[in-house]
C-alpha cells in the first residue's frame, strides 16, 4: 500500500524584545544563570503581570505579514502543569481566543523555485516561555536556570498541509525568513529562538481522513526537522504494516542515533485545566494601531523576489536564493547600486562566492560581520566587466579580499594582476610556447584543432592566468592557422 504523510508544525519563535513579557527583566542570551529575574518571572506570591506593549506589537505584525484574520478581542488563559523550570506551576498562554487565526504562508519549494505551496495557519498567539532545567552540570543534582521563564514567545501553528520532511523545511526556512524580515526574531535556532515542534501520521494515499498523530518535541535545526520526520514516516509506516498500533505520544528526536524515541503520552487541552488569567484583562486591539502597524511593515520576502525579477532580470531561481535572507538581498541590492551595468554577474557572484564564504566562516548568513563591503564586491565586477582582470584572477583577487578586508584594486597593484591586453607582449609569448613545441604546431596544422586548448593553457601559465582570455584567443589562430 501506498502512503501519504500528513505534517503540521508548531514553530516558537522568541520575540526580538529587551526585556519579558511580563516584567523588566532582561531577555539578553547568555547571561550568569538566574540573573535576569525579578519576584514576577520567578512566580513569587502576591506578584502581578504587567504586559509588554512590543510583544502585542511584534505578534501584529507576524500576523499582518502572514495574512491572518486579527481578533478584537483576545483572552490570556493560564495553561497548568508542574515542571521545575516553571516555578508558578503555570504558562500564560492563550486559547481559545488567541490573538490571530486563518492566515497563510505562500512557501518557495526549493526543488522547483518558481513554485509555491501555500501552507494554512491555524492560529498565532503569544505566550511566555519556561526556565531551563540543566541536568548534566553535577552527577548529584539538576539545576535549573529561570533567566529564560517570561521570554516572549509567538506560538505559530500551521494547518497539516504539508506532505513530506522537504515542505516541511521549506516551510521552516520560508517562515525563518519572514520573522527576520519583520525584525521580530532573529531566527537563532542554536540559542533557541525558534524551536519546531512536528506533528506527523500517516494514511493510505487517497484517503481523506487523518491518521493518529504522534508530535515530535523541540526540534532545533532544519536538518533535524526534516531528518526526524523522515525516520517518523518510516517508523509508522513499518509498525503500521506490521499490525501494530500507531499510539498518540510525543516523541523525541536522538539526533546522536538518528531516531524517534517516546517521551510520554500526548496530553489533551483538558489535561491542563485552561482558564482565563484572572490577572490580565482581556486583549483589545485598537483598529487604528493595526492600520498603522500595516502601513509600516517592510517589504516582505515574496515581494522582493518579484521585484528582482522585474527589474534586474534574474532567473527565479536567483532571486529565490538572494531574498531568503534580508541581509544578503541588502548587500546584493548596494552591489549592484554601485555596478549596475551587470545584475545577473553579481547575481553570480553573491551565490556562488559571498554565500560560500559566509558558510565555510559560519558567520549563518550574517553577512555585516564579514569584512567585505558590497562596494568592493561591485568595484570586482566593474573591473571584469572592463577587461582589466579576468574572471580566473577575479576568484584569486576575492580571496584575498576576504582575507584581508582591502579593495579590489589594492589587492590587484600590490601583485601585479592586472590583465595583460597588450598584443606584442601576447605575441611574444604565443611565439615561444610555439616554438617550444614544434610537434604540436604540425599536429594542429594537421587538423588536431582542439590542441588550441593546449596553446591557450600555456601561454596563460606563461602569463601567470593575467592573458586577456578574448585577446589571446584571437592572437593565437592568427598565428597557428597562418
Request: charge should be negative.
Amino acid at each position: 500500500m501506498e502512503y501519504e504523510p500528513v505534517i503540521g508544525l508548531e514553530v516558537h519563535a522568541q520575540l526580538l524584545t529587551e526585556s519579558k513579557i511580563f516584567c523588566g527583566c532582561s531577555t539578553q542570551f547568555g547571561a550568569e544563570p538566574n540573573h535576569n529575574t525579578c519576584p514576577v518571572c520567578m512566580g513569587l506570591p502576591g506578584v502581578l503581570p504587567v504586559l509588554n506593549k512590543r510583544v502585542v506589537e511584534y505578534a501584529l505584525k507576524t500576523a499582518l505579514a502572514t495574512h491572518c484574520r486579527i481578533a478584537a478581542h483576545s483572552r490570556w488563559a493560564r495553561k497548568n502543569y508542574f515542571y521545575p523550570d516553571l516555578p508558578k506551576g503555570y504558562q500564560i498562554s492563550m486559547y481559545e481566543l488567541p490573538i490571530a487565526e486563518h492566515g497563510y504562508l505562500d512557501v518557495p519549494l526549493q526543488s522547483q523555485t518558481d513554485q509555491t505551496k501555500r501552507v494554512r495557519l491555524t492560529r498565532i498567539h503569544m505566550e511566555e516561555d519556561a526556565g531551563k532545567n540543566i541536568h548534566d552540570a553535577r552527577g548529584d543534582a539538576s539545576l535549573v536556570d529561570l533567566n529564560r521563564t517570561g521570554v516572549p514567545l509567538l506560538e505559530i501553528v500551521s494547518e497539516p498541509d504539508i506532505r513530506s520532511p522537504e515542505e516541511a523545511g521549506a516551510y521552516l526556512r520560508s517562515l525563518r525568513s519572514l520573522l527576520r524580515y519583520l525584525e521580530v526574531c532573529d531566527g537563532n535556532m542554536e540559542e533557541g529562538s525558534l524551536r519546531c515542534d512536528a506533528n506527523v501520521s500517516i494514511r493510505p494515499r487517497g484517503s481523506a481522513e487523518f491518521g493518529t498523530r504522534t508530535e515530535i518535541k523541540n526540534v532545533n535545526s532544519f536538518r533535524a526537522v526534516e531528518k526526524a520526520i523522515q525516520y517518523e514516516i518510516g517508523r509508522q509506516i513499518q509498525a503500521t504494516e506490521a499490525g501494530e498500533t500507531i499510539v498518540q505520544e510525543t516523541r523525541l528526536w536522538d539526533a546522536e542515533r538518528e531516531v524517534t524515541r517516546s517521551m510520554r503520552s500526548k496530553e489533551f487541552a483538558h489535561d491542563y485545566r485552561y482558564f482565563p488569567d484572572p490577572d490580565l484583562l482581556p486583549l483589545v486591539v485598537d483598529h487604528g494601531w493595526v492600520t498603522e502597524l500595516k502601513t509600516s511593515l517592510p517589504e516582505l520576502p515574496t515581494d522582493r523576489q518579484e521585484r528582482f525579477i522585474r527589474d534586474y532580470g534574474l532567473p527565479a531561481y536567483d532571486a529565490a536564493v538572494l531574498t531568503a535572507h534580508k541581509e544578503v538581498a541588502e548587500y546584493y541590492e548596494q552591489a549592484v547600486r554601485a555596478h549596475p551595468v551587470d545584475p545577473k554577474a553579481m547575481s553570480n557572484w553573491v551565490m556562488d562566492s559571498v554565500l560560500r564564504v559566509l558558510k565555510d566562516d559560519r558567520l549563518d548568513l550574517h553577512i555585516s560581520r564579514w569584512p567585505c563591503p558590497p562596494e568592493h564586491l561591485a568595484q570586482l565586477v566593474s573591473l571584469i566587466h572592463d577587461g582589466k582582470i579576468s574572471g580566473k584572477i577575479a576568484k584569486t583577487v576575492f580571496d584575498k579580499m576576504h582575507e584581508s578586508g582591502q579593495p579590489p584594486q589594492a589587492i590587484i597593484q600590490a601583485r601585479g594582476l592586472w590583465q595583460v591586453s597588450d598584443s606584442d607582449t601576447l605575441d611574444a609569448q604565443i611565439d615561444q610556447v610555439m616554438a617550444d613545441n614544434p610537434d604540436k604546431v604540425v599536429a594542429y596544422r594537421g587538423g588536431k584543432e582542439k590542441l588550441l586548448g593546449f596553446f591557450i593553457g600555456q601561454v596563460m601559465r606563461a602569463t601567470g592566468g593575467k592573458a586577456n582570455p578574448q585577446l589571446l584567443n584571437q592572437l593565437l589562430k592568427k598565428k597557428l592557422d597562418s
